[in-house]
């Protein structure tokens, strides 16, 4: 049996003059007539108002390592609680989650939980946070903001892992639930989000520059490197100049590969030479905090000191092969300070995926 949506009223949306009403979440602002829904499937005109069908639905709930977000500068070797629900609001052809993204269907949604009882499921599974991910936060966030609440009330920290692309006011209230976030910057070129993700670029930029100057937020950044679509010399160039210097060089920045899926199954795999290329480009712009991700690269995936060089965070892929931080997180080599959130380092989480049901119900 699927689980049936939920009708739960929705927050900002205002009704046009002609009777439909307006979506102010995201920059896409939808205009809808009864019945209909938006881009991102899940918000939805009915009797004059808009409802949220996947309050209380999820796609799943897995204990990850932190480091999958990806994060690698808060509470590094943690593990941390994660969980989609359905629909995005962009429509990446390259998408790499699409069969949760692109559900048009609710037979993704296997599981009910109230906030509450996933609070209550991530502290009884040991995480220090819990992520909203696999699909974007944003089209659910009201319900990831209740979720965000009840996991403050136990102690746990919230993870946003989002494409950045949301409007002015929901931005400000859906951040202030977050401890942490990673931002997709999907590319450094409009014309590359209008021809492959169906957005614009300066929604996403204006996230990153609200999150620096407006919130303690942590977030850390990754691009998707896709072969011959944004990987140039040029484009990382910008990039890297344009993160340096908007929100300075103590925002991880990490690369990651591409693999063929969705509607751009004709584009090879990204070589782990290009990350490795775009990691050097990044370094030399200034970044401290450069990464490799997708790949055994223990190079690219370890954090180095900025100050003494020393390898401080020695990983392959999630793995955490050496930890060189104090519990305040300096080097302890040099004591410099490092960027991120850090606490004691006792024993890490390691590379496993541990699937977790809250209440599953039977699929049709
Ligand atoms: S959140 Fe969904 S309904 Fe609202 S504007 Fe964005 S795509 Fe449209």
């Not at 439909?20 to 004059?48: A, T």
């Not at 080599?333 to 850090?342: E, L, M, N, V």
Request: charged share 25%; proline share 6%.
């Amino acid at each position: 049996m699927s689980i049936p949506e939920s009708h739960t009223p929705a927050r900002w949306w205002r009704v046009l003059d002609d009777g439909r009403i307006e979506c102010d979440l995201c920059p896409r602002y939808c205009k809808l007539h009864e019945g209909q829904r938006g881009l991102c499937f899940v918000r939805k005109m009915e009797g004059g108002r808009m409802v949220l069908t996947t309050y209380g639905r999820s796609s799943g709930f897995c204990v990850d390592p932190i480091e999958k977000k990806p994060l690698n500068h808060f509470y590094p070797g943690s593990s941390v609680f994660s969980f989609g629900t359905a629909g995005c609001n962009l429509a990446c052809k390259f998408c790499q989650n699409w069969d949760i993204s692109k559900s048009r269907e609710t037979d993704t949604m296997v599981d009910r939980a109230m906030p509450d009882e996933i609070a209550a499921a991530a502290e009884q599974s040991g995480c220090k946070s819990v992520a909203f991910t696999y699909n974007d936060p944003v089209i659910f966030a009201e319900y990831a903001m209740d979720v965000a609440d009840a996991c403050h009330t136990r102690g746990l920290k919230t993870v946003a892992v989002t494409a950045g692309y949301i409007t002015e006011e929901p931005r400000r209230e859906f951040f202030a639930k977050m401890d942490a976030a990673n931002v997709d910057l999907k590319g450094f070129s409009d014309d590359f989000y209008v021809k492959l993700t169906g957005a614009r670029l300066q929604p996403v930029l204006d996230t990153l520059t609200y999150l620096k100057r407006e919130t303690d937020v942590w977030f850390e950044i990754t691009t998707l490197l896709i072969p011959g679509q944004n990987d140039s010399d040029a484009e990382i160039e910008a990039s890297s100049a344009w993160i340096m210097r908007e929100l300075g060089p103590d925002v991880p920045l990490h690369f990651s590969a591409f693999h063929p899926d969705w509607k751009m199954r004709d584009v090879p795999p990204t070589p782990p030479a290009t990350l490795t290329r775009a990691r050097d480009i990044a370094l030399k712009a200034g970044l401290h905090y450069v990464y490799t991700g997708n790949v055994h690269d223990t190079t690219g995936g370890t954090t180095f000191c900025p100050s003494c060089h020393a390898a401080l965070i020695v990983r392959d892929w999630y793995r955490i092969d050496d930890y060189r931080l104090s519990e305040d997180g300096h080097c302890t080599q040099c004591g410099a300070a490092i960027a991120g959130r850090f606490g004691a380092f006792i024993h890490p989480f390691g590379n496993r995926r541990i699937p977790v049901s809250v209440h599953r119900e039977q699929r049709t």
